[in-house]
């Protein structure tokens, strides 16, 4: 009986597809979205009054109540019966002024340049100090795996440098642990170091230039223990004057996989202030568009964009994330006002949510994946976008585990701008793999090469491809009116 009527369901869905499909989001609120309001949209999002939308910090409440009046403005519901908000608690930084670092080669003093020259990393600690620096490879201390950077050299009173990412090589197998910041850190502090410098690989095709990031692992929070990502220029600087380079350091440990570790005769001199927080309450904002057919208005479709970035440091620098991802917040916005104005209205309803504390460790999405306000059997689908305002061309990821609902972002794209390449990939992806993980169909849009300016001071509203903007925003709008009505 069942199966007999999926049946029926399914051959009805061919006929009426390809005509259908149109027909419905016909009534075309998605004229309503437009690069200009879009842009209006990033711009105020990527404003240094916002201050990169850390969360916990007043630049992302005024993004939250910027977007939560918006929701309120267009009657959408709240999905707690009192407002948009849904709290949850994460660890909270503010890297704050004075703040400077410098080299120092025995006379000679080279003052440095924050967000060019070196960027805090957005857990460091508090640190004022004049030391030495040790070059400690990897930073890795794990004698059982048959690697330990620390042995045989004295960090005690001194600043670490070490590689940020773990080696891309193991020893017989075994797979190094602790490859994020934090725990790298903790090493250092235990061999007695009382700093780390982070570089990035100097034999990359493209080395990593420093980048604001938050992401920093399990662990306790060092208050005192300063951790900065320097560019590769500034490591060279305290490499000198020893016979090495940053590269040929890299050359030798990589192809040994033999820890090399230097005491370097230049310093770092350095101060930098922090005021940190274990537990700061921020919120996703939620709207709920309620849908027009009595039955299916039951089941969800749930359309999510990151509102947060890396936030801002020492009152000097700021992270506008104009394409990460004001561009996806402005999008899902314009979405949501597209819906409100669309008649008739989608039958199935939807779910805007912006999303906390991406940046941090996708916090925001698992915190609502693990607290939906309707029942997990309900949502039809969940469609995130992240970075979708920079680049050339489209892409819709989650194809290969959901190919009925990226056929449907195909088709409509194939009748509009033909932006979409054919790469995919299977669901999930940041905010969308809580979902995933739930056995949720997920669509990942994003732009192609996308990520030029990540996480960096020049990730700015004026790089955008506004044209390229406002089609992804639109075949977003469109495939999820589709999956609505389908
Ligand atoms: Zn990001």
Known sequence: MLLRRLAICISLMFIYSSSALYSQTNNDAA????????????????SKELGGRLPGSIGYTKAVNFISGELKRIDLKSANGKNYFQKLKVEYNEILAPEHFAVIQNDKRINHTIGKDYVYRGFTGAGKLTAPVVFCGYGLAQPDKGYDDYAGIDVKGKVVMVFKYNPKWNIDGKVFTNGNPRE?????????????????????????????SVINGEGEQMIN?????????????????????????QTIIDSTKKPLSVSLTNQVDLEVHTKYEKEKEVVNVVGILEGSDPVLKNEYLIIGAHLDHVGSQAGKIYFPGANDNASGSAALLQIARAFSKSNPRPKRSLAFVFFASEEQGLYGAKFFANNLPFPKEKVKAMINMDCIGYGDSIQVGGGKSAPELWNIAKEIDDKNDKLL?????????????????????????????SYKHLHMLSDKPETLNQNLFEAITKLAYRTAAAICNQ
């Open 421 to 449: 390449v054919a790469a995919t990939g299977n669901g999930g992806g940041a905010d969308a793999d809580p979902f995933f993980e739930k056995g949720i169909k997920t669509l990942y849009f994003v732009t192609t090469n």
């Open 31 to 46: 004229s309503t979205i437009t690069k200009n309001e879009l842009m209006k949209t990033d711009r105020y999002l990527a």
């Open 184 to 212: 790298k850190a903790i090493v250092a502090a235990k061999h007695g170091a009382i700093g780390i410098l982070f570089t990035s690989f100097p034999n990359d095709a493209e080395p990593q230039s420093p980048i604001g």
């Open 225 to 249: 223990f300063s951790e900065i990502h320097i560019d590769l220029p500034v490591a060279d600087e305290l490499i000198d004057g020893s016979s090495y380079t940053l590269k040929n350091l």
